[in-house]
């Protein structure tokens, strides 16, 4: 069971950044499609960006350019972290951010949906102030 615990969520100014951290434990099997999601108030969760076993990543329109997904992979692949440079931020940024995992080497297609994702973490609130 893969288990995500996120940090590095808080408050900041329009323009301002921030980075989210999320730690993997049992990460194995040669690894898997990883992710950031987020769920702004009053709205449905929404896909932010992914990456998968090649290090290929995809974003949302909404953050191209201002955000980063990256991945750090402990030897043996026993651990992972994942991270999201979020600069340039916008108030319309404002969401509980979650860390995902896919039991799956490629992220799905419509990963941005939410398909294909088996393991979540708690989120970490980010809030931007105009």
């Known amino acids: 069971r893969v288990q995500l615990v996120e940090s590095g969520g808080g408050s900041v100014q329009a323009g301002g950044s921030l980075r989210l951290s999320c730690a993997a434990s049992?990460?194995?099997?040669?690894?898997?499609?990883m992710g950031w999601f987020r769920q702004p108030p009053g709205k449905e969760r929404e896909g932010v960006a992914v990456?998968?076993?090649?290090?290929?990543?995809?974003?949302?329109?909404s953050v191209k350019g201002r955000f980063t997904i990256s991945r750090d992979i402990a030897p043996g692949n026993a651990k992972a972290t994942l991270y999201l440079q979020m600069n340039s931020l916008k108030p319309e940024d404002t969401a509980m951010y979650y860390c995902a995992a896919a039991l799956s080497p490629k992220c799905h297609p419509r990963w941005a949906d939410d398909y294909g994702m088996d393991y979540w973490g708690k989120g970490a609130l980010v809030t931007v102030s105009s």
């Open positions: 990456v998968d076993i090649d290090g290929r990543s995809t974003y949302a329109e």
């Open positions: 049992s990460y194995t099997r040669g690894g898997f499609c």
